[in-house]
């Protein structure tokens, strides 16, 4: 069975200082990735996706991740922090074969930027 | 484009009523699933609607269901509620095949009194 584990429930960064969230996921075969941000009291909106090809995924408001086969990861990072990036953010996973379509999401990391 | 828009936004119930919460996906998009999230137990998946048939079911009782209209727009019905299903409900819609992702909704915040 897949399962997705994000290291970190908070993570506190400066502002201007990196962003580095951690997303490890368990397959038998690499999945499709994704990362969602949510912010309070609205849904989540996808920030970037990896399915084939490039394994360093660009995504919206300066996010990038690095799907690494070998170490069954997939995190997420911002050069620079910025106060707007504070909400909880969500790695997920979904099989790459057809025939099941459901997507199975980590318990999400809730950042905060300090000014 | 529009988005995903779920109705309503809020809504207060009192436990053994039931409630009944209505999506409307993407325009031309064939897949709708739901989600509960509670801060206690996250994102949990109820359920996965396309072209009107459930092809996916999570792990909640039966008190939770669903459906799918011709048009896509979906509702999941929720009944003799309980203190414990108190949460934000978020309705997802996809194109339905592997790889696409979802666009959530803003969620309906269900509060059982």
């Known amino acids: 069975a897949q399962s997705v584990t994000q290291l970190g429930s908070h993570v506190s960064v400066s502002e201007g200082a990196l962003v580095l969230l951690r997303c490890n996921y368990s397959?038998?075969?690499?999945?499709?990735l994704f990362w969602y941000v949510q912010y309070p009291n609205q849904g989540l909106q996808l920030l970037l996706k990896?399915?084939?090809?490039?394994?360093l995924v660009k995504g919206i408001n300066g996010f990038e991740a690095e799907f690494k086969k070998s170490e069954t990861s997939f995190h997420l990072t911002k050069p620079s922090a910025h106060m707007s990036d504070a909400a909880e953010y969500f790695c997920?996973?979904?099989?790459?074969?057809?025939?099941?379509?459901?997507?199975?999401f980590g318990t999400g990391t809730r950042l905060k930027v300090l000014a | 484009k529009a988005g995903v828009t779920q109705t309503p936004r809020y809504l207060i119930k009192t436990r053994g009523q039931q409630v009944t919460l209505s999506c409307s996906p993407i325009?031309?998009?064939?897949?709708v699933s739901w989600y509960q999230q509670t801060p206690g137990q996250g994102l949990q998946f109820l359920f996965e609607?396309?072209?009107?048939?459930?092809?996916n079911k999570g792990n909640f009782p039966g008190r939770f269901s669903g459906r799918q209209f011709s048009n896509s727009r979906s509702e999941m019905n929720v009944s003799t509620l309980e203190l414990g299903d108190s949460a934000l409900y978020l309705c997802?819609?996809?194109?339905?095949?592997?790889?696409?992702?979802?666009?959530f909704g803003s969620g309906t915040r269900l509060t059982v009194v």
């Open positions: 997802a819609s996809s194109p339905g095949t592997p790889g696409e992702g979802y666009t």
């Open positions: 397959s038998s075969v690499p999945p499709y």
């Open positions: 990896y399915t084939t090809g490039a394994t």
């Open positions: 997920a996973v979904s099989p790459a074969t057809s025939g099941t379509y459901k997507y199975i």
């Open positions: 325009s031309g998009h064939r897949s």
């Open positions: 609607y396309f072209s009107e048939t459930q092809r």
